[in-house]
């Protein structure tokens, strides 16, 4: 099976497997833990639109162009995903509201002593 062949089958919507196409060509296969939407990828490294492209892919489903980052070439396949855990959620749901909210007072008392220092010159001194 040469690349011509793959690429028609998968434009025809044949099922492909990555892993026999991959050991017939000698490619190595590498896959990744799981991993979250902003997350460094192992081996891959950290980015946006390798991680959009994946988070956009149903299970089993490949990527349908060739992904091309600094430390190689990638064919995309989703193996397989992490189911949302509602009950863990509602259980830590009211923790992280207060985290947020936290973060956010800071933030904005951060923004509001920026703001005070270069309207007024001042310097603060700790």
């Given at each position: 099976m040469d690349s011509?062949?793959?690429e028609s ?5 044949e ?9 017939r060509?000698?490619i190595?296969i590498?896959e990744?833990?799981y991993?979250k939407?902003?997350?460094?990828i192992e081996g891959?490294?950290?980015?946006e639109?390798l991680?959009?492209?994946i ?5 089993g489903?490949?990527y ?16 397989d995903v992490t189911?949302?855990n509602?009950?863990k959620f509602?259980?830590e ?5 207060k985290?947020?909210?936290?973060r956010?007072?800071?933030?904005e ?8 220092e270069?309207?007024?010159?001042l310097e603060?001194y700790?």
């Amino acid at each position: 099976m040469d690349s011509e062949d793959l690429e028609s089958l998968f434009y025809r919507g044949e099922e492909i497997d990555l892993k026999e196409v991959a050991k017939r060509k000698k490619i190595e296969i590498k896959e990744t833990g799981y991993f979250k939407y902003y997350d460094y990828i192992e081996g891959v490294g950290l980015n946006e639109e390798l991680s959009k492209v994946i988070f956009s892919l149903k299970k089993g489903e490949i990527y349908p162009s060739f992904f091309l980052l600094e430390k190689g070439g990638y064919i995309i396949q989703l193996e397989d995903v992490t189911p949302f855990n509602e009950e863990k959620f509602e259980k830590e749901k009211e923790i992280y509201i207060k985290k947020l909210k936290v973060r956010k007072r800071l933030l904005e008392t951060f923004k509001f002593i920026s703001q005070i220092e270069k309207e007024s010159q001042l310097e603060i001194y700790l």
